[in-house]
T-cell receptor, first 115, second 113 residues
Framework: DTAVSQTPKYLVTQMGNDKSIKCEQNLGHDTMYWYKQDSKKFLKIMFSYNNKELIINETVPNRFSPKSPDKAHLNLHINSLELGDSAVYFC??????????????FGPGTRLTVL | DAKTTQPPSMDCAEGRAANLPCNHSTISGNEYVYWYRQIHSQGPQYIIHGLKNNETNEMASLIITEDRKSSTLILPHATLRDTAVYYCIVRSHYGGSQGNLIFGKGTKLSVKP
């Protein structure tokens, strides 16, 4: 059984479009995260949510908006896609509050390509 | 920025121990040492973490020096499936942004037959 799943696995789209990436975890965790891994392979946190509430919002353009319908899901919506948004996006979850020493479990990633 | 320094790459023979070093000379008292790895095209995977005592689990051992300024991750019998980028991360015990996982460049470990 997949603990943290993401859809789609690959996403190719044109500049200016709006797209969403979905994430679900079946671990019963309270906190979920979005990370971005760019072409240079640096992995950086974007957001974290605890029980559907935004906890951490790193320096991310307003075009990125996370949405958490319930604590098992954290979707990432991106407006007006730009070339620089091309990256692999990883969802993760952990048991407790964002930033505590709980182990984070990562999803398989969504490779977004903006043309 | 990452608070750790790791060699960019290492090779290890299959079946031998892989010893991956990490320097974290500015670590503070409330910060843990975490290790994750990322196998090609997959999400990062937790390996182990520790504060000051050595730790061992089914995947690896973590040796932290007494002054806590460096540590070594040991994979006792490396297999080809252990080929990955290994990240050493220093992470606060407290919540909020201080506890963020901040990934550096890591060490690319290549296990060779």
């Amino acid at each position: 059984d997949t603990a943290v799943s993401q859809t789609p696995k690959y996403l190719v789209t044109q500049m200016g479009n709006d797209k969403s990436i979905k994430c679900e975890q079946n671990l019963g965790h309270d906190t979920m995260y979005w990370y971005k891994q760019d072409s240079k392979k640096f992995l950086k946190i974007m957001f974290s949510y605890n029980n559907k509430e935004l906890i951490i919002n790193e320096t991310v353009p307003n075009r990125f908006s996370p949405k958490s319908p319930d604590k098992a899901h954290l979707n990432l919506h991106i407006n007006s896609l730009e070339l620089g948004d091309s990256a692999v996006y990883f969802c993760a979850s952990s048991q407790g509050l964002a930033g505590r020493t709980d182990t984070q479990y990562f999803g398989p990633g969504t490779r977004l390509t903006v043309l | 920025d990452a608070k750790t320094t790791q060699p960019p790459s290492m090779d290890c023979a299959e079946g031998r121990a892989a010893n991956l070093p990490c320097n974290h000379s500015t670590i503070s008292g409330n910060e843990y040492v975490y290790w994750y790895r990322q196998i090609h095209s997959q999400g990062p995977q937790y390996i182990i973490h520790g504060l000051k005592n050595n730790e061992t689990n089914e995947m690896a051992s973590l040796i932290i020096t007494e002054d806590r300024k460096s540590s070594t991750l040991i994979l006792p019998h490396a297999t080809l499936r252990d080929t990955a980028v290994y990240y050493c991360i220093v992470r606060s015990h407290y919540g909020g942004s201080q506890g963020n996982l901040i990934f550096g460049k890591g060490t690319k470990l290549s296990v060779k037959p």
